[in-house]
C-alpha cells in the first residue's frame, strides 16, 4: 500500500485486495466441507453468517478507530491480514484439541461453549481481511470503484480456486493453503514497506514470513498437519475403532474425503431376515467424510453375495425374476448387488459421484452392470428414455437429516419415475424404521400423491409395504398389483419371516405401523401415537424429505418424557436456531451496539426509516442470495458447487449494479430501484423454476452457465440498493457508520433464517420474504424521496 494517504494505489495494491479477496472467500467456500466433515450438515447458511460477522465487526472497529486508522494503515492493514492467516491455520489445530459433539450442545452448556468458540474462531479471518479490505476504502476512497472490482474479482476467483482445491486436496490440506497464501501476502506487502513511513508493517511482516517459513519447514521435514476432530459419534470414528480396521484407500475431493476402511468385524446386511443361518461375508466400507456408510463387497461373487436372497431387498425379484433393472445412487442398502445375485436380465446403475465409481472399479464390482451410467439419478430420472421393469432408490437408505435437500424423494421424482417402468413395473423404496412411526407414513403419502399425479385413480392399491425388525421395502407399481403379487410376496415373507403391512388395498393387522401406513395412503390424519410426525408429501419446492418434526407438538412431548423427548426431534433445524439466535447476539454486541451512541438524524432520515431500510436491505438480499442457492443445489447436484456459482455471480452482478445506483435525490429513485429488481427476480424465478425440465438437459458446465445468466441481473438489480441508500444519507452523515452496522446485523441473521424458511415453509417463501424486504424498502425510499421532494437541502450527487 503507498505510503502516503494521498496517492492513489499503486498495482501492487490492487493485486493484494485482488489475492486477501480470493483467500477469503475461498475460506467461506471450504467452511462448508469443514462443517460437514466436523458436523453432519453443510451449514451454508452459518459458513455465509460468520463471514458477514466478521466484515461486519470489522467495519464497526474501523469506525470507532476513526482517523488512526489512517494514520497507521500500512501497520493495521498487514496486521489485518496476518490475524486472517493464522486464524485460518488455526481453526483446525482448534477442532482437534476442541472435541465438540454438536448433538449435545441442546442441552449440554459445555458442549454449547466449545460450539460457539469453534464458531466465533470461523468468524476470527473475516475479521482480520475485512478490517484490510474497508481500510483500503477509507484511505482511498477515490479509487473506490477499481478497489471494488479489484476485491470482486479475487472473490471471485477465490470461489472457483477453492473447488480446484477441493478437489485434489484435503479439507486441512485446503484450509492450510490458503492460510499460507495470506500470510505471504502481508509478508510480501509488510517487508515491501520503507522502515521510515511505518515501523509496525515491517515487524509484522517479518512475522508473517516467520510464520510462513515455519510452516514450510515443518512439511518438508514430513511432521503431519493438525487434522479435523471426527466426534465418537461418527460412524468413521467408530470404524477406525475396530481391532482390525486399516485403512486401505483415502481421497479427497470436491464431495467429500472419502475413506475405505477393510475390517473382519465390517458385515452389513440391511433388512436381513433372522431366519438366515449362514455367516455373511466379511466386507469393506466406503465412509464419504465421516457420516455416509456404503457396504462394500470384496468381489463381484455372487455366491458371497447369496444373503441377499433373505433381505427385503430381495422382495421386487420374487415378483419380478429376470426384470430389467434401473439402481439409482449408491447406499446402504446393497441393492446394487440385487440384479447380480437374482440373474437380472439387464442393470444398469446411476451414479455420478466419481470417487464411489472408483472404488467400485477397484473392486471390478461396476463389472456386473451391464451399463454404469455417469450422472446424476435425478437427472437420468428426468431424461433417461429406457424403460425398466424395476427402479430401486437406492440412495434413499438409511436416510438423511432434516436440512438434508433430497432431490430423488419428491412428488415430481417419483412421478416422473413411474414414467421410466414397463407395464407391471415397481419402484423400490428403502426405508429405515422408528418408533413411534416417523418416515415410511412420508414415503408412503409422497408416493400416493406422485400416483395421483400419474393418474390413478387408487393410488393405495398400487403399493406393497413389508418390513423387517429395524427396516421396511415400499414397492410402488405404474399399474394397479394383482392378486398373484400379493401372493408372491406373503409366500416370501414368510419364507423368511417377514411381516406384511399393506398389500395393495388391504392393511394387514392392527399395529400402529400398519394404521399409520394406511391413514398416509389415504390422506388423513395419523392416529395419536404418531402425530409427532407430519406426512406432508416433500416436493422440488420443498425437497426435505427427512424433516418431519411438526413442531407444535414439541411442548407436549417436552412436557411428557422431558429430556428424553429430546431424542425424537429433527437436529438440524433445532441447531439452526441456535445458530440464529447466536449469530443475532454476536451480531448485535459487535456491531450494532458499539455504533448505538452515534448521531441520530433528523426527519426524512430519521432513524426508525434508516432502520427499516437498511435492515430490510440486509435481510432480503441474503434471503434471495440463500433461496438462489437453494435452487441451485438441486441444479448442480452439490452444495459445494453450487456455492460456488451463487457466490461469485452475486459478487460481480452487485457489484457492477453499485456503478449504476441511482443519484441520491432522484425523483424516481424509488421506481428506479424497485423495477429492475422485480424483473431480475422475475428472470430467475422463470429460469431457476420455469425452465428446469430444459435445464436437466444440459450437463454440468450448461446448467451452471445458465445459472450465471439467470442470476446476474438480480444480482446487478440488487446492488444498486446499498449504495444509493448511503448518498442519501450523505446530509446525515453520523448516521452511515450505524446504517452499516444495522445492514451488517440483518445480514448475519438472514442466512439461517432463510434455511429455516425453506425446510418450515419451503423454499419459494425465502423468495417472496426477500421480495417483500425490498418491497419495504422501496416504501421508505419513496417516503424520503416525497418528503425531500417538498424543499430541503440542495442534490447530492
Not at 86 to 100: E, I, M
Not at 231 to 247: G, I, N, R, T, Y
Not at 587 to 600: N, T
Not at 617 to 622: A, F, K, R, V
Amino acid at each position: 500500500m503507498s505510503s502516503a494517504a494521498a496517492d492513489r494505489p499503486r498495482a501492487a495494491d490492487y493485486l493484494a485486495v485482488g489475492c486477501l479477496a480470493a483467500a477469503l472467500l475461498g475460506f467461506e467456500v471450504v467452511l462448508l466441507r469443514v462443517f460437514a466433515f466436523s458436523q453432519w450438515h453443510h451449514f451454508a447458511s452459518l459458513s455465509v453468517s460468520l463471514a458477514l460477522l466478521g466484515f461486519g465487526a470489522a467495519g464497526t472497529a474501523l469506525v470507532l478507530l476513526g482517523g488512526r486508522a489512517c494514520r497507521a494503515a500500512d501497520g493495521l492493514w498487514c496486521a489485518g491480514v496476518l490475524l486472517a492467516g493464522t486464524g485460518v491455520l488455526a481453526l483446525p489445530r482448534l477442532n482437534a484439541v476442541l472435541p465438540v459433539r454438536p448433538l449435545f450442545a441442546v442441552w449440554d452448556l459445555g458442549e454449547l461453549r466449545k460450539l460457539l468458540l469453534l464458531d466465533f474462531a470461523a468468524a476470527v479471518p473475516f475479521f482480520g481481511g475485512g478490517l484490510a479490505l474497508a481500510l483500503v476504502f477509507v484511505r482511498w476512497p477515490a479509487a473506490s470503484r477499481p478497489l471494488y472490482a479489484a476485491d470482486l474479482a479475487g472473490a471471485g476467483a477465490g470461489s472457483l480456486l477453492a473447488l480446484a482445491l477441493l478437489a485434489r486436496l484435503g479439507v486441512e490440506a485446503c484450509l492450510e493453503a490458503m492460510g499460507a497464501a495470506l500470510l505471504a501476502v502481508a509478508a510480501v506487502f509488510g517487508l515491501g514497506r520503507r522502515r521510515g513511513s511505518c515501523r509496525r508493517a515491517p515487524r509484522l511482516g517479518a512475522a508473517a514470513a516467520a510464520l510462513l517459513a515455519a510452516l514450510g519447514a515443518a512439511r518438508a521435514a514430513g511432521l503431519p498437519g493438525a487434522q479435523l476432530h471426527v466426534s465418537d459419534f461418527k460412524p468413521l470414528a467408530m470404524l477406525l475403532e475396530l481391532p482390525d480396521a486399516q485403512v486401505l484407500h483415502r481421497a479427497p475431493g470436491l464431495r467429500h474425503l472419502a475413506t475405505e476402511i477393510r475390517s473382519q468385524s465390517i458385515r452389513m446386511a440391511p433388512g436381513l431376515s433372522l431366519m438366515w443361518q449362514e455367516a455373511v461375508p466379511a466386507q469393506d466400507a466406503l465412509v464419504l467424510d465421516a457420516e455416509r456408510v456404503l457396504p462394500l463387497p470384496r468381489a463381484p461373487d455372487r455366491s458371497a453375495l447369496g444373503f441377499l436372497r433373505a433381505s427385503l431387498g430381495f422382495a421386487p425379484y420374487a415378483l419380478r425374476p429376470r426384470a430389467s433393472v434401473c439402481v439409482l445412487g449408491t447406499g446402504g442398502w446393497l441393492g446394487a448387488f440385487g440384479p447380480l445375485v437374482a440373474g437380472a436380465r439387464r442393470a444398469v446403475w446411476v451414479e455420478d459421484d466419481p470417487q464411489v465409481r472408483a472404488a467400485f472399479a477397484r473392486r471390478g464390482l461396476d463389472a456386473s452392470f451391464a451399463a454404469a451410467i455417469d450422472d446424476a439419478p435425478r437427472r437420468f430420472v428426468e431424461t433417461a428414455r429406457e424403460r425398466f421393469d424395476l427402479v430401486v432408490f437406492e440412495r434413499l437408505y438409511p436416510g438423511g437429516d432434516a436440512l438434508t435437500e433430497e432431490p430423488l424423494l419428491t412428488v415430481e421424482a417419483l412421478a416422473r419415475a413411474l414414467a421410466l417402468l414397463e407395464p407391471g413395473g415397481l419402484l423400490i423404496l428403502p426405508v429405515r424404521l422408528h418408533n413411534p412411526p416417523r418416515r415410511l407414513p412420508r414415503v408412503l403419502a409422497t408416493a400416493a400423491h406422485a400416483l395421483a399425479r400419474a393418474g390413478a385413480a387408487r393410488p393405495a392399491a398400487h403399493v406393497l409395504v413389508l418390513r423387517s425388525l429395524r427396516d421396511a421395502v415400499v414397492l410402488c407399481g405404474r399399474d394397479p398389483l394383482q392378486p398373484a403379487d400379493r401372493e408372491r410376496l406373503l409366500a416370501f415373507a414368510r419364507r423368511w419371516g417377514f411381516e406384511p403391512v399393506w398389500l395393495a388395498g388391504e392393511p394387514v393387522g392392527e399395529q400402529l405401523l400398519v394404521r399409520a401406513a394406511a391413514a398416509a395412503l389415504a390422506g388423513r390424519p395419523l392416529p395419536e401415537p404418531a402425530q409427532l410426525y407430519r406426512t406432508t408429501p416433500p416436493t422440488d419446492a420443498r425437497p426435505y424429505a427427512w424433516a418431519s418434526m411438526r413442531w407444535q407438538r414439541l411442548p407436549e412431548l417436552l412436557r411428557r418424557l422431558g429430556r428424553q423427548g429430546l431424542a425424537w426431534l429433527d437436529w438440524g433445524p433445532l441447531l439452526l436456531v441456535v445458530a440464529l439466535v447466536v449469530a443475532a447476539g454476536l451480531a448485535a454486541v459487535l456491531i450494532v451496539l458499539p455504533l448505538g451512541r452515534l448521531g441520530r438524524g433528523a426527519a426524512p432520515l430519521s432513524r426508525p426509516r434508516v432502520l427499516g431500510y437498511f435492515t430490510a436491505l440486509g435481510l432480503g438480499y441474503l434471503l434471495l442470495e440463500m433461496a438462489a442457492l437453494q435452487r441451485a443445489t438441486l441444479l448442480c447436484g452439490h452444495p459445494v458447487v453450487a456455492a460456488a456459482v451463487v457466490f461469485a455471480t452475486f459478487l460481480v452482478g452487485s457489484g457492477l449494479g453499485s456503478l449504476s445506483a441511482p443519484r441520491a435525490r432522484s425523483p424516481g429513485a424509488a421506481r428506479a430501484l424497485l423495477v429492475p429488481a422485480a424483473g431480475g427476480l422475475g428472470v430467475a424465478a422463470a429460469v431457476l423454476w420455469g425452465a428446469t425440465p430444459l435445464m436437466w438437459r444440459l450437463g454440468p458446465l450448461g446448467r451452471g452457465a445458465v445459472l450465471v445468466v439467470a442470476l446476474l441481473p438480480l444480482a446487478f438489480a440488487l446492488g444498486r440498493w446499498l449504495p444509493w441508500g448511503l448518498r442519501r444519507l450523505a446530509e446525515a452523515e453520523p448516521l452511515i457508520p450505524w446504517a452499516w452496522a444495522i445492514n451488517g446485523f440483518a445480514s448475519v441473521i438472514a442466512p439461517p433464517l432463510a434455511a429455516l424458511l425453506a425446510v418450515e415453509a419451503g423454499q419459494p417463501a425465502s423468495w417472496l420474504a426477500g421480495l417483500g424486504c425490498y418491497l419495504a424498502a422501496a416504501a421508505i425510499a419513496r417516503s424520503w424521496q416525497v418528503r425531500a421532494g417538498a424543499g430541503g437541502p440542495p442534490p447530492v450527487p
